[in-house]
Antibody
């Protein structure tokens, strides 16, 4: 059974830093792209970024470029999100997500339960 | 940042059929955008409905179907049930490694 378990959320002051982790199990972690997706309170889903299987390619939404960094440790089957320079608008539930590919088509097939990040101003 | 449009809200009667759409104000949605669809109830993680080439993901009832219709991605629910009362989001690939979710549709079954 695929499981994605996020941790590391909490309350932080504006300008501060936080590191989120996602522990993966039930699949061959190093075979898949992974992402972080966030959802501000009462708002829709927002793709934050994606990281390739070997960590060599990372893409981010414009609003977090230069502040957030994704990484992964395939030996530990873990995904990370280092968040620096946090702003009030970064307040959200952050979901870890696994991608899959079939017939040249990508989609997210599994989601974690999310971890809440609250940035106080 | 690219905007992906969805109807903010729709309603359907139990047993009825409804189509949710996902569009680009600046152009057409095509298979190159690799549209996928997700359902989310408040307080829970999203659930993936449509995976690739308009295919239902594992365990998704056959009343859900995906397509590209008149330059938009579309999710059709045929024979809506009370359980379908939820939020629905599309996701599009916008090139250069970037993905964008639509703003979401709140579907009410009443």
């Amino acid at each position: 059974e695929v499981q994605l378990v996020e941790s590391g959320g909490g309350l932080v002051q504006a300008g501060g830093s936080l590191r989120l982790s996602c522990a993966a199990s039930g699949f061959t972690f190093n075979n898949y792209w992974m992402s972080w997706v966030r959802q501000a309170p009462g708002k829709g889903l927002e793709w934050v970024g994606s990281i390739k299987q070997d960590g060599s390619v990372k893409n981010y939404v414009d609003s977090v470029k230069g502040r957030f960094t994704m990484s992964r440790d395939n030996a530990m089957r873990s995904l990370y999100l280092q968040m620096n320079g946090l702003r009030a608008e970064d307040t959200a539930v952050y979901f870890c997500a696994k991608w899959t590919l079939s017939n040249n088509w990508y989609w997210i097939d599994f989601w974690g339960q999310g971890t809440l990040v609250t940035v106080s101003s | 940042q690219t905007v992906v449009t969805q109807e903010p809200s729709l309603s359907v009667s139990p047993g009825g059929t409804v189509t949710l759409t996902c569009g680009l104000p600046s152009g057409s949605v095509s298979s190159s955008n690799q549209p996928s669809w997700y359902q989310q109830t408040p307080g829970r993680a999203p659930r993936t409905l449509i995976c690739g080439t308009n295919t239902r993901c594992s365990g998704v009832p056959d009343r859900f179907s995906g397509s590209i219709l008149e330059n938009k991605a579309a999710l059709t629910i045929t024979g809506a049930q009370a359980d379908d009362d939820s939020h629905y989001y599309c996701l599009l690939f916008m090139g250069s490694g970037g993905w964008v979710f639509g703003g979401g549709t709140k579907l009410t079954v009443l």
